[in-house]
């Protein structure tokens, strides 16, 4: 189930996550391309299809950014 992942959430403001709802994906792209937020704004990016494969897409993406955003020094 890919409901849950990581690479299938993003961040919204509570306003616009209670405009946009259950919407389809292409129906969200010009909330997330308004968003402040740079990982959320690239969801407008992608096509018009959201499945397992976008979704793998996108946490391998994060997966890459995170130990940039976040170092740990050892």
């Known amino acids: 189930n890919y409901f849950r992942r990581l690479g299938n959430q993003c961040l919204?403001?509570?306003v616009k996550n209670s405009t946009v709802g259950n919407k389809s994906f292409?129906?969200?792209k010009s909330a997330y391309k308004d968003s402040p937020y740079l990982m959320t704004d690239?969801?407008?990016n992608y096509g018009d299809t959201?499945?397992?494969d976008e979704i793998t897409d996108?946490?391998?993406k994060?997966?890459?950014?995170?130990?940039?955003?976040w170092?740990?020094?050892i």
Not at 62 to 69: Q, S, T
């Open 26 to 28: 292409s129906d969200k």
């Open 50 to 52: 959201w499945g397992p």
């Open 42 to 44: 690239i969801l407008s």
């Open 58 to 60: 996108r946490q391998n």
């Open 12 to 14: 919204l403001g509570s």
């Open 71 to 73: 170092p740990i020094k």
């Open 62 to 69: 994060l997966a890459e950014y995170a130990p940039k955003v």
